[in-house]
């Protein structure tokens, strides 16, 4: 588990944006049987990869259509909300940071790390808004 310290500003980088902290199972339990469209943003202390995924779900946001719910669980702080939101994401393995739309609690789109890790910021907000632009 992260220091509480470490992650702050990490977790205020999308909470400052409307982003809902999940930190139960049974708080990502609820917020995947909402209706509409839901986005969860696993975020990271993973400097490779987090850099740009942060401001890429920021970004995103900007996008005419979007998601209803916008939620966020921590990799390495979460463990259980976690490991209930990638129960969700099957068949894509563990990765993180890693980002999946939500459609009435089907997996719609799914962006694994190899799709964020080397890939700037607009790229991967681009991504996200034609995901939102199909099922939004």
Known sequence: MYPA???KP???DLTKVGFEELHTSDEVK???SKE????IVVNSVCGCAA????PGA?????NTKRPEHIVTVFAGVDKEAVDEARSHMVPFPPSSP???L?????????????????????LIAENLMDAYNQHC
Do not use: W, Y
């Open 5 to 7: 310290e470490l992650v």
């Open 10 to 12: 990490m977790r205020e």
């Open 30 to 32: 609820t917020a995947l």
């Open 36 to 39: 509409g469209t839901t986005l």
């Open 51 to 54: 850099a740009n995924a942060r």
């Open 58 to 62: 920021r970004m995103s946001l900007q």
């Open 98 to 100: 890693c980002m999946a």
């Open 102 to 122: 939500f459609k009435d609690g089907e997996l719609v789109h799914m962006l694994e790390r190899h799709h964020i890790e080397g890939r700037p910021a607009e």
